[in-house]
């Protein structure tokens, strides 16, 4: 056994010997290919290394190495004088240039563009480089082939004006892709707008050396060449540090106080959800016309793509917040004038609304001591508010002096810090009596779950009832305060002597409230 391995590695060992004295091409790989071997392998495992997870870009200058190599071993096969001979060498020259390019290009993309644009080098300034690069590899190329670039460019002028005539569009989209590139006034996945119209704002997804591609809030791709936007003013909506702004506007009454609209309005922009409390949003008074006086809301946003919703929704809460205040939204005044028209009395529709606040009234307990006149007179001076989902009705600690009936939707009441779910209220509920009677702050906070009608009955609704039978004072103080005793755990162990001086506090605060005697 051991014999026949000795005879074997004799075997190899002699057909090597064969092969390096016979086959000229294997001394080739040393004399033409060992040193461009050399380079092109260490600039390819230096740019491997620079792209770091990114491995796919180094991959082409792999293949051209890969290439170069076949040429080498190819090349040897034929005679120096073979025409073959100096094809392959001159082809196996350009793929080795274009292997090394490729590689240099790499480790510069990842050191001097990153040091001179930053971590995102622009597409088209790498793809200029780049092709520079292969150029010049090429005309090398060529050189040592020995045909001269300057011939092939002076060969024919009426080529060259043919040629420069019909790539003027792209040289001149190239061109200034390249200015605005150095100027930078847009990146990837800016928002930006291109003329004067709205619909075409859009978010910047591809820019290239012929034209950049916008992606508008429609899910429309927009493809705009680089020598239109050179020529046209550009808007950037998000290059700034500072979130966008964005302007609503709302018309108000002209007979109101503008600073009543104003501060009902700007309240109103700090609960809408997607508008960013710093900066802080306001309200200026923009315009007196024919509809009225316009009120711009400005505010800042988190999203540009998510402006037409959140506009939607401070235009939604305004009308909400502007209807409780009994502010009505001004529309274009016209004068009509209609003949042989009949004239509907109002008198009917006010008193079925009177009638269903009276019916809500039935809800609240401690209202019951009242007469029927007594509750119309409570209906007739209240009001209805409504309230949109998420909006905050009440705040725990605010100052108040109103109560409120659910007259439909659903409210949740919080409190503390953190806000714990106290309980989830329907229609026929009611909350705030005390701040009604006592003016007390408010003890939770209440917030809207959905669209929500409620009866307000405030102060100035039940004041005059109160004026004209004070004894009404002592009546709901004795309902309130046994309201509290059967709430209250802490109660039991009260005597009737604390319970009857807790009764007393209580009729003092309404009085004192109220301001009777």
């Known amino acids: 056994m051991r014999s026949r391995r000795l005879n074997a590695f004799a075997t190899a060992r002699g057909l090597a010997w064969y092969l390096l004295a016979r086959m000229p091409w294997l001394d080739s790989i040393t004399v033409f290919g060992g040193v461009g071997l050399a380079v092109g392998l260490a600039l390819a495992i230096v740019a491997t290394l620079a792209v770091g997870t990114e491995r796919r870009r180094a991959i082409p200058g792999w293949l051209l190495l890969t290439l170069y190599v076949g040429t080498v071993l190819g090349h040897g096969l034929f005679d120096d004088e073979h025409l073959a001979h100096q094809w392959l060498r001159h082809v196996g020259l350009m793929l080795l240039l274009l292997s090394c390019t490729r590689s240099v290009y790499l480790i ?6 990153r040091w001179i644009f930053g971590p995102s080098v622009p597409r088209i300034v790498g793809d ?34 043919v040629v420069g005539l019909s790539l003027q569009d792209t040289l001149g989209n190239l061109f200034s892709g390249l200015a605005m590139q150095a100027q930078r006034p847009f990146q990837m996945g800016d928002w930006i707008q291109f003329d004067a119209n709205d619909r075409h704002i859009g978010k910047v997804v591809d820019i290239n050396w012929r034209a950049i591609r916008v992606r508008t809030i429609d899910g429309t791709d927009i493809t705009v060449p680089n020598n239109t936007l ?51 949003p306001s309200v200026v008074v923009a315009e007196f016309d024919e509809r009225g006086v316009r009120y711009d809301a400005r505010f800042y946003i988190e999203a540009f793509e ?62 019951a001591v009242l007469s029927e006149a007594q509750r119309k007179r409570l209906g007739e001076l209240s009001d209805t508010r409504l309230y949109a989902p998420g909006e905050a009705i009440l705040r725990e600690g605010d100052a108040g002096e109103a109560l409120y009936v659910l007259l439909s939707g659903k409210v949740e009441v919080r ?6 779910k106290l309980a989830e209220l329907g229609p026929g509920r009611f909350f705030g009596e005390m701040s009604l009677m006592t003016g007390a702050s408010r003890s939770a906070t209440v917030i809207a779950l959905e669209e929500t009608a409620l009866l307000e009955i ?53 009085r004192r409230f109220f301001s009777l005697r």
Not at 236 to 260: C, M, Q, W
Not at 415 to 420: I, N, V
């Open 108 to 113: 510069l993309l990842r050191t001097l563009f």
């Open 128 to 161: 200029l480089i780049q092709a520079l690069l292969y150029a010049s590899a090429g005309l090398f190329t060529l050189q040592t082939a020995g045909v001269d670039p300057g011939d092939l460019l002076t060969t024919s002028a009426l080529l060259t004006a």
């Open 230 to 280: 050179a020529k046209t003013p550009l808007k950037n909506f998000t290059a700034n540090p500072v979130h966008a702004r964005r302007t609503v506007s709302i018309y108000g009454d002209p007979t109101l106080a503008p600073e009543k609209v104003r501060r009902v309005l700007q309240a109103m922009l700090h609960s809408v959800p997607g508008v960013r409390s710093a900066p802080e």
């Open 306 to 367: 998510h402006r037409d919703r959140v506009a939607s929704e401070v235009r939604e809460r305004a009308w909400y917040a502007l209807s409780r205040a009994g502010i009505s939204i001004s529309v274009p005044h016209r004068s009509i004038e209609v003949r042989n028209a009949q004239s509907h009395d109002a008198a009917p529709q006010e008193e079925a609304r009177v009638r269903a606040r009276m019916k809500a009234l039935d809800c609240v307990d401690f209202l």
């Open 415 to 420: 409190k503390g810090e953190p806000s714990r």
């Open 458 to 510: 405030g102060k100035p609704a039940l004041a005059p009832i109160l004026e004209s039978e004070p004894k009404l004072c002592q009546a709901l103080s004795e309902v309130l305060a046994e309201r509290e005793q059967r709430q209250s755990d802490a109660n039991a162990r009260q005597t009737l002597a604390e319970i009857a001086d807790e009764k007393d506090a209580l009729l003092s605060r309404i």
